[in-house]
DNA sequence: TATATGCATATTGTATACCAAATGTATATT
DNA sequence: AATATACATTTGGTATACAATATGCATATA
């Protein structure tokens, strides 16, 4: 009689928020090949796992798959960089408006809550934490924006931007994301300024965009 | 020494298109649910090349899997309907700027030409090749952007009103993308005229919408 | 040297058999 | 009617074998 109730893990979602989590923090360096039998005997999995891990991670563009040579972890370059967030910052404004419109108490209290996680984690020095709480607050806001497509769409980009967060931070360990601006942006979606939002939202971006400019431009 | 020169193609690429034709065209049933037995039969398929075709579809949102229960085609409803216009909108004024911009001779001719086969596809009745010359339309324009993001979004957020489209227009043959706004388009795209271009986009995606909406709502 | 050719090798792509796990349905029980 | 149990079906995963392709290296040729 239970229907849908507890999902039940597949093997292969394992395999893949794990790996996801090794593109996403550069612990799996961008251009690397990867060899199914490599993981195969780390994570002691069979081959349909595996395999069907990577094709949804292809299709996240976190991996390529050569079709007959192998995959490889989708490499970074600064070209990249400037089309996500030129991509970002054509839509991050009207995302901020709509959440703000919808925000929740509930979701309000969220990002206050994250905002003081990420005080603390940033005061530890727990980068990888640190980002985590980023996404996280990013996706209340794209969960607030009510649309599906914006929301998928904004958490795709912000994970595409979380690799060049990481590569920035190991060049140069200041290079952080800004906790002041998420306590800030937290404050106006409290007080439903939607203009303030707007304007803050994009700010935000836009400050992200050039703090992580100075740290890859440094070569490559 | 040749590399990667002629992408061989694999059988779950050719499942993938086909079910992906059978899925955008409805002759998959939204909401139909489909077992891997009976495709590996009608395509004379491995469960391999097959279930790694669901990875990726269901990755597009056009299938859903239900661990341990099956693969169901995504259900279509107004809602969803609504939704995926309203990123369109949020969108296609800024995609229609970078690509009035960046649109090089070659891709204007090609949107006269599409235009030019549309006419005599809708001439013909033809809908299933009228509804792949607008995507061929959407697909210069997303192209002509110059980014990657947004171009992938703009297909993704196509392909997924596509199937309203075919939807709309099962109920009623009249309900067909509008020719003359592609062709009104594309002489604005050829004078480079930016602000005339940002404009017609935008209604030409708000006409598309109120065109579908009224065929829609007849019940369901 | 430079290029081309052919073969051996390794890896991926596919097919298949088998088992485990979960679900849906039918039946039985209260 | 509601709940519990048993069974059949389907998917998820493992293991294995084989086919197809790419890569590397050796050799041959200019």
Redesign the interface.
């Known amino acids: 009689m239970a229907k849908?109730n507890q999902?039940?893990l597949?093997e292969s979602d394992r395999i893949e928020v794990e790996l996801r989590r090794l593109i996403l923090t550069l612990e799996l360096e961008p251009g690397l090949a990867i060899s199914e039998a490599s993981l195969m005997k780390q994570y002691n999995l069979g081959r349909?796992p595996l395999?069907?891990a990577f094709?949804?991670l292809?299709?996240?563009s976190l991996l390529q798959i050569?079709?007959?040579?192998g995959v490889v972890v989708t490499p970074l370059n600064v070209f990249?960089f400037v089309?996500?967030m030129?991509?970002m910052s054509?839509?991050i404004g009207?995302?901020a408006v709509l959440a703000c419109k919808h925000m929740t108490q509930t979701q309000l209290d969220k990002l206050d809550e994250l905002v003081k996680e990420g005080t603390s984690a940033s005061a530890a020095g727990d980068f990888v934490r640190v980002a985590e709480l980023d996404y996280e607050f990013h996706r209340e806001l794209a969960d607030a924006t009510g649309?599906?497509?914006?929301r998928d769409?904004l958490l795709?980009?912000h994970r595409?931007a979380t690799r060049f967060n990481f590569a920035a931070w190991k060049r140069d360990r200041n290079s952080t994301p800004s906790l002041e601006e998420h306590r800030q942006l937290a404050a106006l979606f409290r007080q439903r300024d939607v203009d303030q939002v707007k304007t803050a939202m994009r700010e935000h971006i836009e400050n992200a965009r050039t703090r992580l400019m100075g740290s890859l431009s440094n070569s490559d």
Do not use: G
């Open positions: 849908f999902i039940p597949r349909t395999r069907e094709q949804r292809a299709e996240q050569i079709p007959h040579h990249e089309e996500v030129d991509a054509m839509v009207s995302a649309n599906r497509y914006l769409y795709h980009l595409i």
